[in-house]
């Protein structure tokens, strides 16, 4: 199964608004303190599992490194996505245009020959 970011938005702000009953009623300030919270969570399991690969102390507060598993993980990440989403919808970013268009701008800035395949015709397409 493919994502469609475009296909996930509404749904997405839908949610935020009926479900968590917040959207447009926070600060942008809000949501970018839940991404980096997001963010913040994942770098502290990667932290955990790095320092005991190093021999060092597997302790923490409400989980351990051996408790990390990849479901974990991909949580997390797949929260990082969505708040990046929230947010860059309540900015009136595309999300999937601001990706490629980042990705496609350092390839051609770093001569890189990898390019992501956009909508626009006459655009370059190397994959």
């Known amino acids: 199964m493919k994502l469609d970011l475009a296909a996930m938005r509404p749904v997405n702000v839908q949610r935020a608004r009926e479900g968590f009953k917040c959207y447009d009623n926070q600060p942008l300030t809000y949501w970018t303190t839940a991404l980096a ?51 860059a919808s309540l900015l009136d970013i595309d999300l999937e245009e601001a990706i490629m268009d980042t990705f496609n701008s350092k390839s051609e800035k770093y001569g890189f020959p990898q390019f992501l395949e956009t909508s626009t015709p006459g655009d370059s397409i190397q994959l």
């Open 37 to 87: 919270g997001e963010v913040g969570e994942l770098c502290n399991m990667i932290k955990k599992m790095q320092r005991v690969e190093r021999g060092g102390l597997d302790g923490g507060s409400s989980y351990t490194a051996k408790d990390i598993s990849k479901e974990m993980l991909k949580e997390e990440i797949g929260g990082i996505a969505i708040y990046l989403d929230l947010l």
